[in-house]
C-alpha cells in the first residue's frame, strides 16, 4: 500500500511564504515523477510544478518565478516553496505521485492542504 500526505498548508497574508512538503510512504521499488497540483471549487485541478526524478522541474506560467519545487529522493519527498503568494493563490494543494511497483507504474494522490492567501 502506498500513501501520499501533503502538509505545511495554512493562512498567510499576500506578499507572503508558504513552503509544502509531500512524502510518499509505503512499499514500492521507485519514484518517477511528481507534482503539486491545485483546485479551488468550481474549477479543474491544475498543475502548478512537476519534478523528474533527475530533478528537472517544470513549472506553470503563473508559478515561474515565484514557486520552487524540489525534491529529496532520499526521503521520497517533494517541497514546493512558494514566496510573494496573491489572493488567487488560495486552493487546495494536491501531491501526485508515479510510483514503480516493480510490476506497474501506478499513479497516487494525496488528500490536499488548504492554502488559504488573504489579508
Known amino acids: 500500500q502506498v500513501q501520499v500526505m501533503e502538509s505545511g498548508g495554512g493562512l498567510v497574508q499576500p506578499g507572503g511564504s508558504l513552503r509544502l512538503s509531500c512524502v510518499v510512504s509505503?512499499?514500492?521499488?521507485?519514484?518517477?515523477?511528481m507534482a503539486w497540483y491545485r483546485q479551488v471549487p468550481g474549477r479543474d485541478r491544475e498543475l502548478v510544478a512537476e519534478?523528474?526524478?533527475?530533478?528537472?522541474?517544470l513549472y506553470a506560467v503563473y508559478a515561474e518565478g515565484r514557486f520552487t519545487i524540489s525534491r529529496d529522493n532520499a526521503k521520497n519527498t517533494i517541497y514546493l516553496q512558494m514566496n510573494n503568494l496573491h489572493l488567487d493563490d488560495t486552493a487546495v494543494y494536491f501531491c501526485?505521485?508515479?510510483?514503480?511497483?516493480?510490476?506497474?507504474?501506478?499513479?497516487?494522490w494525496g488528500r490536499g492542504t488548504q492554502v488559504t492567501v488573504s489579508s
Open positions: 501526485w505521485a508515479e510510483v514503480w511497483s516493480g510490476v506497474r507504474q501506478t499513479d497516487y
Open positions: 509505503g512499499t514500492f521499488v521507485d519514484i518517477d515523477h
Open positions: 519534478i523528474t526524478s533527475e530533478h528537472e522541474p
